[in-house]
């Protein structure tokens, strides 16, 4: 059905007249007439009586009445609800972030965020980059701010873009033997004993193929979730681990933990922002993907 054919149809019946209607709705008298004996053609029945020069609805008009006014009223209603999300200072936004990014980025970065877009509703989930990256291969988050060991996407199914990179450091106790030093190269590690992440986190994996590539043997003494743990165990020397530098920053500016670049092999932790990649972004949710990218001011971020 036409939805032209009702709105002529609704404004004959409010104006009285066909000629009236048609001014109203910029069309000629013969066009309205048209559409309204298409109208009666479909529902096979006279919606108007002629009599002399005034028309009336017949019952079957007044009964048709009501269900024209909902329906012209829905599509007005759905043009504003579309007009409101045009406007990036409106809508929500589901936003997934992994443990760093979570911790050191992404407060300040959304408080500064929620400030120029006050109206804005954001969802946020914290969990691990791989469950992170399912969350946004699913669709069910918008975007998601993830750690990555190389600069590039490498996901086929997601857009987006690098935005920080940060140095992986070693970080030991005070009084470790390395704690001496200004920088440790990789071999010094070997069979040192290592506290690191599970499996199937990003720093785990880099850490792994560091190793295998340069064919060093390293000695896993822990295998920790929690970073504050690890941290503690490194503070009493059980051990030693590598950190992105941004998760261990206020620990090592405080003399609290020592912490060394590689000098002969420096690698980093990439923080990327990603969207499916048949995903059209909300303006609410490209407002805010340009805002994290273009943001310069998030803490101890190194923009790229």
């Known amino acids: 059905m036409d939805l032209y054919k009702l709105k002529s149809f609704y404004t004959v019946a409010k104006m009285g007249s066909f000629s009236r209607a048609a001014e109203v709705l910029y069309l000629t008298q013969p066009a309205v007439s048209t559409q309204i004996?298409?109208?009666?053609?479909?529902?096979?029945?006279?919606?108007?009586?002629?009599?002399?020069?005034?028309?009336?609805?017949?019952?079957?008009?007044?009964?048709?009445?009501?269900?024209?006014?909902?329906?012209?009223?829905?599509?007005?209603?759905s043009h504003l609800a579309v007009n409101v999300l045009k406007?990036?200072?409106?809508?929500?936004?589901?936003?997934?972030?992994?443990?760093?990014?979570?911790?050191?980025?992404?407060?300040?970065?959304?408080?500064?965020?929620?400030?120029?877009?006050?109206?804005?509703?954001?969802?946020?989930t914290?969990?691990?980059?791989?469950?992170?990256?399912?969350l946004v291969k699913t669709n069910k988050i918008d975007l998601g701010i993830v750690g990555n060991s190389s600069p590039e996407i490498s996901n086929s199914d997601f857009k987006g873009e690098t935005v920080y990179k940060d140095n992986i450091v070693v970080a030991v106790s005070n009084n470790h033997p390395l704690a001496t030093q200004?920088?440790?190269?990789?071999?010094?590690?070997?069979?040192?004993?290592?506290i690191v992440s599970l499996?199937?986190?990003?720093?785990?994996?880099?850490?792994?193929?560091?190793?295998?590539?340069?064919?060093?043997?390293y000695k896993i003494a822990y295998e920790i979730e929690n970073k504050a743990m690890i941290k503690t165990m490194i503070e009493r020397n059980l051990g030693i681990a590598f950190f992105s530098y941004l998760e261990i920053k206020k620990e090592a500016e405080s003399g609290w933990i020592k912490t060394l670049p590689l000098s002969d092999y420096p690698f980093y932790r990439y923080i990327q922002i990603i969207y499916h990649k048949n995903k059209e972004l909300s303006p609410s949710q490209k407002?805010?993907?340009?805002?994290?990218?273009?943001?310069?001011?998030?803490?101890?971020?190194?923009s790229l």
Do not use: W
């Open 287 to 302: 407002a805010f993907y340009d805002f994290f990218v273009q943001e310069k001011d998030c803490p101890d971020g190194q």
């Open 182 to 194: 200004s920088s440790v190269t990789v071999e010094e590690l070997s069979n040192l004993p290592l």
């Open 37 to 77: 004996r298409d109208l009666e053609h479909e529902y096979k029945t006279k919606l108007f009586e002629r009599i002399g020069r005034n028309i009336r609805l017949t019952q079957s008009g007044e009964m048709l009445i009501p269900y024209v006014k909902n329906i012209l009223d829905l599509v007005d209603e």
């Open 126 to 134: 914290a969990k691990k980059s791989s469950f992170i990256s399912e």
């Open 199 to 217: 499996k199937n986190t990003v720093s785990r994996q880099a850490i792994d193929k560091l190793f295998h590539r340069l064919n060093i043997p």
């Open 87 to 124: 406007k990036a200072g409106e809508g929500s936004l589901k936003v997934g972030v992994s443990d760093l990014p979570g911790a050191r980025l992404i407060p300040d970065c959304l408080s500064k965020f929620l400030k120029q877009y006050p109206k804005v509703s954001i969802s946020i």
